[in-house]
């Protein structure tokens, strides 16, 4: 592959051609084509220009394009690692509403419960006490 049909391939990629395009007007290998834009950055140029950014965002933690599924629920991360990152950072937009005070079996202090309106100890070593008399 010669410098200019590099040139060529990149500005096709550039102006949305699928790799199956650029084969049929250049007369070479899509293998080739496809090898040849990937390994040079040009894998993604296509799906991306297409979209014009309708069906793709921004994943919230890292900003890396999150392709959407037409007829879902929109994804805001790219993966569960950028989603559970980007949680532990933002605590406070949490929406906790399964949070109950309650008091102490064994102890009588009063403690928060989150998802257990039931709970009867504010800690294990509360519920070993009581349960069976400190021994464990």
């Known amino acids: 592959m010669t410098d200019q049909e590099k040139q060529q391939i990149a500005i096709y990629r550039n102006q ?3 790799y199956t395009a ?3 007007r250049m007369e070479i290998s899509v293998n080739s084509i496809k090898t040849y834009c990937k390994r040079n950055g ?3 140029v296509r799906a991306f ?7 793709v965002c921004a994943c919230e933690n890292c900003g890396t394009p999150v392709k959407q599924n037409p007829g879902r ?8 690692k950028c989603r559970n990152a980007w949680w532990n950072v933002h605590q406070d937009e949490v929406n906790k509403k399964a949070n109950y005070e309650c008091v102490c ?4 202090k009063p403690f928060i419960s989150y998802g ?3 709970r009867k100890y504010c800690s294990h ?3 070993i006490e009581d349960r069976f008399g400190g021994a464990y």
Do not use: M, V, W
């Open 49 to 55: 220009e297409k979209t014009n950014g309708a069906d």
């Open 105 to 108: 079996t064994y102890c009588n």
């Open 125 to 127: 070593q509360c519920y």
């Open 116 to 118: 257990n309106k039931h």
């Open 42 to 44: 040009l894998g993604g």
């Open 73 to 80: 629920k929109k994804k805001r991360f790219c993966s569960d």
């Open 22 to 24: 650029i084969s049929n």
């Open 16 to 18: 949305g051609l699928s």
